[in-house]
């Protein structure tokens, strides 16, 4: 057995003058959670779906499953999963019916195909609304079915194209919930996200890509290493405290916080997060000290595309002065 | 596992009690593009057994179509033949089971470009089935969605007190003709449906289709129009359908003597075949196109 689920080499995808593929690199481990994390317009879709054999690419190779994508694109079809970055249920048949008639497509037949989509339900959760018409699912049911459904015949590797872009926090943690399942029972996962929060809690890998190309492939926690990890931001009332405050961040944090004098801001990368808020918190407010706003500060995507590129994404809008850059 | 026939999948999940081997679909390729067709007919006949009202509602435009000419406009509805007795009634009703064919075009057109952009498409696109199931199952549904379209259409007009007495067999003929039409305009609807953005666009061919339809000769006799548009509506393909089906009704065959109304049922044949000469190959090249 390989330990691979994925190997793609030199991936291109041209449209017109537009590379959406421009070398594309990754390898996914068998039995693991991989993470293509990306702006929009990156290439992640274009990607999921070159190896998914719904598009053709112009250059370079890719093992799906130890299949290859351009050669078998059939045999690929039948060990893989694919949930798109729309929830592709039937909206007019109930969640029992989407899974049925999947099923039937599958070629399990009638009465397996029944048997299965029982047995998915349950699995997903989806037992009380099985009789329900999709197109009255919240977010997260949706999703949930839309996941069940590219999960019919247990494929090897599961494509999901930003599964939980559009869900509320409930609905998100509920998909989150259901990919771990999945994991645990010896699916491999490549999903494609544009938050960093998402890859870190999901992920054990992260490929980051950019202008179709692979710019960094680590752990999430090596990602954000890279980005200085959490920090603690002091928003000030008065810029005459910016000097003290800095000193009391100082104290906690692991390297010189940095001072963003327009935006009367005051921040810097720490280790302990909570212990190191409170501490800052408690010491302001015994001096006495106004401020603003005070809290911790995840790195985001967008931390992570500055680090690797030097710019920022295009979606991000100019955040707090440049002083933020220079920590 | 015979011969290879039977394909082990490679998954390794525990916790299901189902077998989940299946036939991959490489091997006895014809019986699974006929199953797998079958099974993306049988998806929206379930659409329409859960949502009865959906074949209504299609059916509304026509129905009250036929109300208004027959009754609105009919009386001052001058048409050849109803010198001999023929009455607007029955020169309109060929007219209207053509019209409720032409516009299943925006059916078709409508459901493909819903499958398209909610990703039905790309899922079935990425399943080992048949691919040419997906659109050949559409052209199957809508056949038989046709079908029930046409009873319900000529129950209602035999009820409004349409009499056709033509021969049965030339009856027959006549929604054959009917049917003939509905499927080149399946690969019409199904190229437009791949072809716009999104559904929002798909709705505007009804500026598209509803001229078409007018600029015919199912309402009135294009000698009744303008020179040149009498000519267009002369030799729309909707017309000959029309003007054959009357004429396999019984309806008195009263042309002006032009080739193209004296030689309708020939065209109504011609026409179609055409136009899915035309469109099939639009459409099959369309849809592999989803994958560049
Ligand atoms: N069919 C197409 N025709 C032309 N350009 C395309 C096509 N599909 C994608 N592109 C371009 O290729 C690039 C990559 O697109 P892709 O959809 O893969 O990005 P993405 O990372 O999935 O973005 P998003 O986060 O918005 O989903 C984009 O610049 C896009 O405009
Ligand atoms: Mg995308």
């Not at chain 1, 494929?155 to 599964?163: K, R, S, T």
């Not at chain 1, 911790?296 to 295009?314: A, I, N, Q």
């Not at chain 2, 009250?64 to 009754?71: F, N, P």
Request: charged share 20%; glycine share 10%; aromatic share 6%.
């Amino acid at each position: 057995m390989d330990t691979y689920a994925v190997q793609a080499e030199a991936l291109q995808k041209r449209y017109g003058e537009k590379h959406a593929l421009d070398g594309f690199d990754l390898t996914v481990r068998k039995g693991t959670v991989h993470g293509l994390l990306g702006p929009n317009g990156a290439g992640k879709t274009t990607a999921v779906r070159a190896l998914a054999t719904l598009l053709k690419f112009d250059g370079g190779r890719a093992l799906v499953a130890g299949t290859d994508v351009a050669k078998d694109p059939r045999g690929v079809r039948r060990r893989i999963g694919l949930a798109g970055q729309y929830a592709a249920v039937d909206e007019m048949l109930s969640g029992r019916q989407n899974l049925e008639m999947f099923g039937r497509l599958f070629h399990l037949g009638g009465r397996r195909a029944r048997l299965r989509a029982a047995e998915l339900l349950e699995r997903f959760d989806l037992v009380e609304a099985a009789g329900k018409n999709a197109g009255d699912y919240s977010g997260g049911m949706r999703r949930r079915l839309d996941l069940a459904a590219s999960m019919i015949l247990a494929p090897e590797v599961l494509f999901l194209d930003e599964p939980t872009t559009g869900l509320d926090p409930r609905g998100r943690g509920e998909v989150w919930e259901a990919v771990r399942e999945l994991v645990a029972d010896g699916t491999t996962v490549l999903l494609t996200t544009q938050y960093l929060e998402e890859a870190d809690k999901l992920a054990s890998r992260i490929t980051v890509i950019d202008q179709g190309r692979a710019i960094a492939d680590d752990t999430p926690d090596g990602l954000k290493d890279c980005v200085g990890g959490d920090r603690v931001e002091v928003v000030a009332a008065e810029a005459a405290d910016l000097p003290r405050i800095a000193e009391v961040v100082a104290r906690v944090s692991l390297g010189e916080p940095a001072v963003d004098r327009t935006g009367l801001r005051v921040h810097a990368p720490v280790r302990e997060r909570v212990a190191a808020l409170t501490d800052v918190a408690r010491t302001l407010q015994d001096e006495g000290i106004r401020v603003e706003d005070i809290g911790l500060r995840r790195p985001s995507l967008d931390d992570v595309f500055l680090r690797l590129t030097g710019h920022r994404t295009d979606a991000a809008e100019p955040v707090s002065g440049e002083a933020m850059v220079a920590a | 596992m015979s011969a290879g026939t039977v394909e082990a999948q490679g998954g390794t999940q525990g916790g299901t009690q189902v077998d989940l081997h299946v036939e991959s679909g490489e091997q006895r390729r014809l019986y699974w593009a006929v199953a797998d067709s079958w099974n993306v007919v049988r998806r929206t006949l379930t659409h329409y057994q859960r949502q009865p009202v959906m074949i209504l509602w299609q059916l509304g435009f026509p129905i009250i179509s036929v109300l208004l000419y027959a009754y609105v406009f009919g009386g001052a509805m001058e048409v050849p033949g109803s010198e001999d007795g023929a009455t607007y009634r029955d020169f309109l009703m060929p007219g209207m089971f053509v019209m409720t064919m032409a516009f299943g075009l925006m059916n078709t057109a409508t459901s493909v470009v819903h499958d398209a952009t909610k990703g039905v498409i790309d899922r079935f696109r990425s399943m080992p089935m048949a691919p040419s199931a997906v659109v050949g199952g559409r052209a199957v549904t809508d056949l038989l969605v046709a079908c029930a379209e046409l009873t319900i259409l000529a129950l209602t007009a035999l009820a409004l007190g349409w009499r056709p007495d033509g021969e049965p067999l030339a009856m027959a003929g006549a929604f054959g003709l009917i049917l003939l039409l509905r499927f080149c305009l399946i690969w019409a609807g199904v190229w437009l449906g791949l072809l716009v953005p999104n559904p929002e666009a798909a709705g505007g061919l009804y500026a598209l289709i509803f001229p078409v339809t007018m600029i015919s000769s199912i309402f009135v006799a294009p000698s009744s129009m303008p020179g040149w548009l009498g000519t267009a509506a002369a030799w729309n393909p909707i017309s000959s359908t029309g003007a054959a089906a009357r004429e396999l009704f019984g309806y008195p065959v009263a042309g002006d003597g032009s080739w193209i109304q004296e030689n309708a049922v020939l065209m109504a044949v011609v026409w179609p075949v055409v136009l899915t000469a035309v469109f099939l190959p639009l459409a099959v090249r369309r849809f592999q196109k989803l994958s560049r």
